[in-house]
């Protein structure tokens, strides 16, 4: 009998959110593009894991940590994570149809600095918008996850991901912008985001 793991890192938070529901109230429906899922993971830190982490040993310590950048809250961790589990087949990236937003790309180029693959000129030209969904292999793993969650913690879950996925990136950056202004102080579209419609 197999004994059932903990939920205690970032990188749970990672793949539970990507299996949990969302608009179509089905499992493991996509997210679009790396900022809208930097931008629900910092959201998630800030407005969810206080009352979602009873019962887990998550806490702001071991979560993803976030610092203000020229397009808002950033997280290496999050692109590190997600080649992480791309590499181990647990995640699938994916291209999407979506437009790629100048953040989109900002944010990919300052992981890709940091990263092994920083000399290579052609990945930044090449760079498309992925959607983000679990492998079959993934699925099984999470699921196992999922289950431990309370009905509680599910429903936080699945209203997060749905709200998440429902609102356009340009609403969820002004909404970031307009709630958490520390962490846009070095940002160089902050009139922009600001004073731009949702």
């Known amino acids: 009998m ?19 529901p969302g608009v179509c109230n089905q499992p493991n429906e996509p997210v679009v593009g790396s900022t809208r ?6 959201l998630f ?14 806490d702001s310590q071991n979560f993803y940590q976030f610092f203000p950048w020229w397009f808002g809250p950033f997280s290496r961790q999050v692109y590190d994570d997600l080649n992480f589990f791309i590499l181990r ?11 790629t937003l100048p953040q989109s790309l900002g ?16 990945a930044i030209v090449d760079y498309v918008e992925h959607e983000y969904c679990l492998t079959d292999r993934g699925l099984r793993f999470t699921a196992a996850l ?13 209203t997060f991901k749905k709200r998440m996925l ?3 990136l340009r609403s969820i950056l002004k909404y970031v912008y307009e709630r958490y202004p ?7 579209i902050k009139d922009q985001v600001l004073n731009s419609g949702r």
């Open 146 to 158: 999922y289950e431990q969650l309370t009905a509680n913690q599910r429903k936080t879950l699945c």
């Open 89 to 99: 087949d647990f995640i699938q990236a994916d291209e999407s149809d979506e437009d």
């Open 45 to 58: 830190r800030e407005e969810v894991l206080p009352q979602f982490r009873k019962g887990t040993k998550i």
């Open 37 to 42: 899922l930097v931008k629900m993971l910092f």
């Open 166 to 168: 429902q609102a356009p």
């Open 107 to 122: 944010e990919w180029e300052l992981w890709l600095s940091g990263s092994s693959g920083a000399d290579d000129e052609s």
């Open 2 to 20: 197999s004994q059932r793991r903990r939920i205690d890192n970032r990188r749970d938070i990672l793949l539970l959110l990507l299996y949990s």
């Open 182 to 188: 520390d962490q846009i102080e070095r940002s160089e």
